[in-house]
C-alpha cells in the first residue's frame, strides 16, 4: 500500500481498509510519463461509463496516457484497434449513458496462458504498466492472476524474442486497482457496487408500474428479479414496495412455508386490499436447498387461494435504461480514487479494489474480498445461511432484519375502530411533519405507524404541521389530528410528498405556549418530527422551553427530510437521493438539447437554500462544468476563467455543449440572470446562453428506492427509540416526565450508522442564519473532484483548499 496513508487502515466486517486520496493534496502533472489502460469486464452495469470517464479525466489530470481497452479482455488479448489512447473530449458525453461504451465480452482466450502472453505484448507495446479493471469477481480474479503471472509472462516474450530487453525493463512489473461494476450488489468489501442502485431503480419502476394493473383486477403478481446467487435486489426491492413476500437465496423461508404465504396473502385481502405483490430472486432456494421458482408461487397462490395469479419476469430489463445520480457520482469518486491507487502503489503493492464505507472511498485488498465472496456461496452450499447473512455485511443484515421485522407485523387484535386503531397501552405517539415537501416522509411515517401500533400504542396525525395543530378545526374540513389505522397508511411508501401535509415554518414563530397546550390537550406521550431545517429548529426550540412548558417534557426525536440536505447531525437527509435523480434526469434533456443546438452553455439554478449539496452533487452527477455554490465563495475573476474554459472547450476540443449550476442563494449579486448575461456577452461568437430555473419540480416526483428504504428503517429505529425513552420516563401516576437531553434527538446517518444525537449537542455546529450545518462532509471530498472532471486546469486536488463562507465568517467573529 502506498507510503501516503500507512497510519489510515482499519477493519471494516474483517476486511483490511485503507483510506484513499479522495480530498488530498494532488498537484497537476505529478505522474507525467505513467501509462495505464482502462476496460470493462464480465456483465455490464449502469455507473461503468462514469467510472471510465473519471479514470481518463484523472489520469490526464496528472499527466498520464490513459488507453481504453476495448471489449475487455478480448480487446487485450487481440490488440490493435482495440487498444487506443483516450483524450478528454473522448470522454465527454458518456457518463449519462447506460451499459458501457468501450464494450465487454467474456473472453475463453485469456483463460488460458497464450492468450495472457498476447495481451501482455500487447500491453508492453502501448507501455501500459498500470491497468483499472471494472467487473465483478470473475473479471477481478483473472486481473490478479493476471498481475502473478506477469515476470514469468515477460520472461518467455524476452526469451522468443518478442520484446526487447529495454521494454522487459521498463515494464517490469504491473498494477492492478479494481472497481466492481455488478448489479447484484454481490461483492464483500463495498457498501454498493457500481449499478446496483439503477437496477434497484428499474425493478421499483416495475413494481410501481403493475401494482396499478393488479389493483385494477384483484390479482397477484410473481415478479422474479436478478440474482443467481445474492438476494439483496429481491430483499430491498422488497422493502421499497411493500411487498407482500420476497424469497432470496441467503434467507430460505422455514418448512411449511406455503402455508404461512398463504395465510398472510389471504389476510390482506381480508383487511380490504385489491392485490398481493410477491417479489422472488432467481437463485431463491428452500431450507434444504431446492430451488423455488415463479411459476412454483404462482401455481401455488393458484390452486390455493384461487388468485388471478401472473409471472413478471424482468430479465435485463434491470441492467438496461440511464444511470442514477447515485451511480454517477460512485462511478466518478471510484474512478478518480482508482487512478490515486495506481499512482501511489509500488511493484510489490498488492491489488486492491475501490470500495465504498459509508460517505468515503476505500481501498480494499483484491483476492481478500474475492475469497470472501466466494464463501458467501459456500456457506450456502453448507446450509449455513446465518453465515452467509454475515459475512454479506452489515448493509445487508439490517435491510434482511428490518425485512422481517416488518414481515411478522400483524394489525393489532385488540381494535377500538374499524381501522384498526389499537389503544390497549393507553399512550399516544403523534407524527407531522414541518418543512417543505420531500420524498421519503410517508415512507417514515407509514413505518412509525405499523411498528408503534403492534407495540400497542396509538398514533396521532397532526396534518398540515403546525397549523393543523393549532387552527385545523377552523382551516380544515376534517379532523386535523386524529388517530392513524393500520391500513391508513397502505400504500404511502411509493407515493412522494407529504400525504399528512406540511408548512415551512418553527414553533417559535406559533408561540410555544399555545404549541404545549395542544399537546397537553390531545395527551401526547412522544413525538415524531419529519422535515428539513424548520423541524430540526422547532423540536430544539421546544426542548429548550422544557423549564416553562411540561408538554415538552416527552420524548421527540426528528427524522431529517429535505432535498437541501442542510440539517446538522447526519450526512444524507430524506428527499435529497430523489432530487438529485430529478435534477440529473432534467440536466441530461438539456444537454441534450445543446447538443442539437449546437455551441450552447445553459446557466440551470437548482434548489438548496444556501446549502450547494445539491449543486454540486447534481454538477458531478451530470457533467457539469462549473456549480457554484454560497459554501465555496466566487468571484468575477473565477466566472472570467469559466467562460474562457467553455470557450477552449467548444472551439477547440470540440464539445458542442456547456452547463453550469448555480444554488439559489449562492451569491447575492452574482445572480443567476446577472450570470446569464455575462455569459451571454463574453461568450459571443463561441457559444449561445439559455437560462433554466427548475424549481419546484426538484421537490416532486417518485420516492427513489434509498429514499423508500432510509425512511423505512428511520422510522424503525426511531419508535423503538422513544418507546423505551416513553416507559423509562412514566411516573407513578402515568405521567410522562422526559427532560434529560437524550429524549430529544435528532436521528442521522453518520458514516454507515444510524445515531441519535441530542438536539442540544448540534445547536454548537449549526448556522442558524443560513440554516446550515458548519461542517459538511461532502465540500472537501467532492468539490475539488467536478472542477478536476471539467478539466480546470489550474486546481489542485485539495481538500483544505476550499475555504467556505462559514469559515471566513467565523474568522470574522474571532
Not at 422455514?254 to 430472486?281: F, H, P, Q, Y
Not at 440536466?587 to 439554478?605: L, Y
Not at 452574482?670 to 459571443?684: R, V
Request: with cysteine.
Amino acid at each position: 500500500m502506498g507510503e501516503h496513508s500507512r497510519e489510515h487502515l482499519s477493519r471494516k466486517d474483517s476486511i483490511w481498509i485503507q483510506t484513499g486520496r479522495e480530498g488530498q493534496e494532488l498537484d497537476a502533472g505529478s505522474a507525467t510519463g505513467k501509462s495505464l489502460g482502462v476496460f470493462t469486464s464480465g456483465g455490464d452495469s449502469q455507473g461503468m461509463n462514469s467510472a471510465v470517464r473519471a479514470v481518463v479525466r484523472m489520469g490526464s489530470f496528472l499527466g498520464c496516457k490513459v488507453y481504453y481497452i476495448k471489449e475487455g479482455y478480448q480487446g487485450m488479448v487481440d490488440g490493435g484497434d482495440h487498444i487506443i489512447e483516450a483524450s478528454w473530449a473522448s470522454s465527454s458525453g458518456i457518463m449519462q449513458k447506460g451499459g458501457t461504451v468501450i464494450g465487454s465480452a467474456r473472453c475463453a482466450d485469456f483463460r488460458q496462458r497464450e492468450g495472457r502472453l498476447k495481451a501482455a505484448k500487447n500491453l508492453i507495446d502501448k507501455n501500459i504498466t498500470n491497468l483499472v479493471v471494472i467487473g465483478g469477481d470473475g473479471s477481478l480474479t483473472g486481473a490478479n492472476l493476471f498481475r502473478q503471472e506477469w515476470n514469468s509472462l515477460l520472461d518467455e516474450l524476452k526469451a522468443t524474442d518478442r520484446i526487447t530487453d529495454e521494454q522487459r525493463k521498463s515494464c517490469s512489473s504491473i498494477n492492478i486497482v479494481g472497481m466492481v461494476g455488478s448489479i447484484d450488489n454481490d461483492f464483500c468489501g463495498t457498501d454498493m457496487t457500481i449499478g446496483t442502485d439503477s437496477a434497484l431503480h428499474r425493478i421499483i419502476e416495475s413494481v410501481d408500474s403493475i401494482s396499478t394493473t393488479a389493483s385494477s383486477h384483484q390479482r397477484a403478481f410473481v415478479l422474479e428479479v436478478m440474482g443467481r446467487h445474492c438476494g439483496y435486489l429481491a430483499l430491498v426491492a422488497a422493502l421499497a414496495t411493500e411487498a407482500d413476500w420476497v424469497l432470496i437465496p441467503e434467507c430460505p423461508p422455514d418448512k411449511g412455508w406455503e402455508k404461512t404465504l398463504c395465510k398472510k396473502l389471504s389476510a390482506e385481502r381480508e383487511m380490504g386490499l385489491r392485490l398481493n405483490i410477491v417479489i422472488i430472486a432467481e437463485g431463491a432456494i428452500d431450507i434444504e436447498g431446492n430451488p423455488i421458482t415463479a411459476n412454483m408461487v404462482k401455481d401455488l397462490i393458484t390452486n390455493e387461494l384461487k388468485y388471478d395469479t401472473r409471472v413478471t419476469v424482468l430479465g435485463h430489463v434491470q441492467r438496461g435504461g440511464k444511470p442514477t445520480a447515485f451511480d454517477r457520482i460512485l462511478g466518478a469518486r471510484m474512478g478518480a480514487e482508482a487512478v490515486l491507487a495506481l499512482m501511489d502503489a509500488k511493484p510489490d503493492t498488492p491489488a486492491c479494489v475501490v470500495s465504498l464505507d459509508g460517505n468515503q472511498t476505500v481501498r480494499v485488498p483484491l483476492m481478500e474480498c474475492v475469497e470472501r465472496t466466494k464463501s458467501v456461496q459456500e456457506a450456502m452450499n453448507k446450509k449455513n445461511f446465518q453465515e452467509a447473512v454475515r459475512l454479506r455485511g452489515k448493509s445487508f443484515q439490517n435491510n434482511l432484519a428490518t425485512y422481517l421485522r416488518l414481515s411478522k407485523l400483524r394489525p393489532p387484535k385488540v381494535m377500538c375502530d374499524p381501522t384498526g386503531q389499537v389503544c390497549s397501552s393507553g399512550k399516544k405517539l403523534a407524527v407531522m411533519n414541518i418543512g417543505a415537501p420531500a420524498c421519503g416522509a410517508n415512507a417514515a411515517v407509514r413505518s412509525f405507524v405499523r411498528f408503534a401500533l403492534t407495540k400497542g400504542y396509538t398514533v396521532l396525525g397532526i396534518h398540515d404541521s403546525f397549523d393543523g395543530l393549532l387552527y385545523g378545526d377552523i382551516l380544515r374540513a376534517v379532523e386535523p389530528v386524529k388517530p392513524i389505522g393500520w391500513t391508513d397508511v397502505h400504500g404511502w411508501t411509493c407515493q412522494g410528498g407529504s400525504l399528512l401535509g406540511t408548512k415551512k415554518c418553527t414553533a417559535a414563530r406559533y408561540g410555544l405556549d399555545k404549541v404545549a397546550e395542544k399537546l397537553k390537550e390531545h395527551d401526547i406521550s412522544g413525538l415524531l418530527i419529519i422535515g428539513g431545517f424548520e423541524a430540526y429548529h422547532s423540536a430544539l426550540q421546544m426542548a429548550e422551553a422544557r423549564s416553562k412548558y411540561d408538554a415538552f417534557c416527552i420524548p421527540m426525536v426528528v427524522i431529517p427530510c429535505t432535498i437541501s440536505n442542510n440539517v446538522p447531525g447526519t450526512d444524507f437527509s430524506l428527499g435529497a437521493d430523489t432530487a438529485l435523480n430529478e435534477i440529473a434526469d432534467i440536466c441530461d434533456r438539456i444537454k441534450q438539447s445543446a447538443t442539437g443546438t449546437k455551441r450552447r452553455v445553459f446557466i440551470v439554478e437548482v434548489m438548496g437554500g444556501y446549502c450547494g449539496y445539491l449543486a454540486t452533487m447534481a454538477g458531478l452527477a451530470g457533467g457539469a462544468d462549473a456549480a457554484y455554490i454560497y459554501e465555496d465563495p466566487f468571484n468575477i475573476t473565477n466566472l472570467r476563467d469559466d467562460v474562457v474554459h467553455l470557450k477552449n472547450k467548444i472551439i477547440q476540443l470540440g464539445v458542442q455543449r456547456g452547463l453550469i449550476l448555480r444554488n439559489e442563494n449562492a451569491n447575492a449579486n452574482y445572480t443567476t440572470d446577472f450570470i446569464h448575461q455575462m455569459f451571454s456577452e463574453e461568450g459571443k461568437g463561441s457559444f449561445t446562453c439559455r437560462k433554466n430555473v427548475l424549481g419546484h419540480m426538484q421537490q416532486g416526483g417518485v420516492p427513489s428506492p434509498f429514499d423508500r428504504n432510509y425512511g423505512t428503517k428511520m422510522a424503525s429505529k426511531a419508535v423503538d427509540y422513544m418507546i423505551t425513552k416513553v416507559e423509562e420516563n412514566t411516573t407513578e401516576d402515568g405521567k410522562i416526565k422526559s427532560c434529560t437531553k437524550d429524549s430529544a434527538v435528532l436521528l442521522g446517518m453518520c458514516r454507515r450508522q444510524l445515531l441519535f444525537t441530542p438536539l442540544e449537542d448540534l445547536r454548537g455546529i449549526t448556522d442558524f442564519e443560513k440554516r446550515l450545518p458548519k461542517q459538511q462532509w461532502w465540500l472537501s471530498l467532492v468539490r475539488p473532484l467536478l472542477r478536476i472532471m471539467t478539466k480546470h486546469s489550474n486546481e489542485t486536488y485539495r481538500a483544505d483548499a476550499i475555504l467556505t463562507n462559514v469559515d471566513l465568517e467565523d474568522d470574522d467573529n474571532a
